[in-house]
């Protein structure tokens, strides 16, 4: 298992304008109950107060870069859980939203 991305979960009344970038992790996209919201187009839909924010990497990453990363986000918003993501065999061990 390779550690490559964390999906962040933080609460905000908008789209969050979270970093796009932190070290070697870049955010791939922002998403709320399973859709895609960035990058765009964004489909129209009502939106709850809790948004997933996944974070890659190109190249495997450690445990503390994800510390990192939550400090980062902890700057300007409020995370609630993070999910760190692997692949396994150079396969993803975790789903894409809508």
């Not at 960035?38 to 510390?67: G, K, M, N």
């Amino acid at each position: 298992m390779k550690l490559v991305g964390a999906d962040v979960y933080v609460w905000s009344e908008k789209i969050p304008d979270v970093p796009k970038k932190i070290g070697t992790l870049s955010l791939n996209m922002i998403s709320n109950s399973g859709t895609r919201l960035y990058p765009p187009p964004a489909p129209e839909i009502d939106v709850t107060d809790w948004f997933q924010c996944r974070y890659l990497s190109d190249t495997e990453i450690t445990h503390q870069d994800v510390e990192v990363l939550l400090k980062t986000v902890d700057e300007g918003f409020v995370w609630t859980k993070v999910q760190k993501l692997y692949q396994k065999d150079g396969i993803n061990a975790f789903s894409q939203p809508y």
